[in-house]
């Protein structure tokens, strides 16, 4: 009988985390309960991002794949986008817009906490981890908003880091900005490929203070999706 109580309660747990973002039945998730409701939590966030700034969601998004794993590579692509025979670099996250699956390092791998593992220059925490999420649910929802193919990855870039950085806590995003003393883009033709290239993390610091300045943000993003 406990058992069954057990398991009853259990059910009745997740679906309330899932009741409350419509869009989780959407993803299907492979990883543990943890990991399901992190995911799910930070789509929920995504979309308020969204909303919060004035941008339209569609009614519905195609459904999409999240696959927590040990380890997750990035393929090294030569000029043309083509893979090459090198190994590829070891990178937390890594979202395929044509499979639309997310590859995710498990929460609980102690890679992430290897010594001198770092965050935007800051020591590895939960907190920066879950903020990742952020980043790549910006991908999944951007990929539904996008009016034609030929959008920019960097542009696509600076919305993810300047959502992720922006959903951060304020004292956090006070040691980040400092760590990059403050650097920020010197027009609009800086946010380029480049520049995200040489610098991922100094490229996403850049792309909140440009987002949140006063020529930034909003009307970027509407310039973006329309």
Request: a negative charge; proline letters at 4%.
């Amino acid at each position: 009988m406990f058992k069954w109580m057990t398991i009853i309660f259990l059910s009745v747990l997740s679906w309330g985390v899932h009741a409350k973002e419509p869009w989780c039945d959407r993803v299907e998730v492979v990883g543990t309960l943890e990991e399901k409701e992190m995911i799910c939590r930070w789509l929920s966030k995504a979309r308020a991002f969204y909303a919060e700034h004035h941008i339209e969601l569609p009614t519905d998004i195609e459904p999409f794949h999240v696959v927590f794993k040990p380890k997750v590579t990035m393929p090294s692509k030569d000029s043309a986008g083509n893979a090459t025979f090198l190994g590829g670099t070891r990178v937390l996250a890594l979202f395929d817009r044509g499979s639309r699956t997310l590859e995710f390092t498990s929460m609980n791998e102690p890679w992430l906490r290897s010594k001198g593992r770092t965050f935007f220059k800051l020591p590895y925490n939960d907190m920066l981890y879950e903020s990742v999420s952020m980043h790549e649910m910006m991908h999944v929802l951007n990929k539904s908003l996008y009016k034609y193919n030929d959008y920019g990855h960097a542009q696509d870039e600076y919305i993810a880091y300047a959502a992720q950085i922006y959903s951060l806590p304020q004292p956090i995003r006070a040691k980040i900005i400092a760590e990059y003393d403050n650097e920020q883009f010197t027009d609009e033709l800086s946010i380029n490929d480049l520049v995200h290239f040489s610098n991922p993390h100094g490229f996403g610091v850049m792309s909140y203070l440009h987002f949140m300045g006063a020529k930034g943000g909003e009307t970027l993003l509407r310039r973006i999706f329309t």
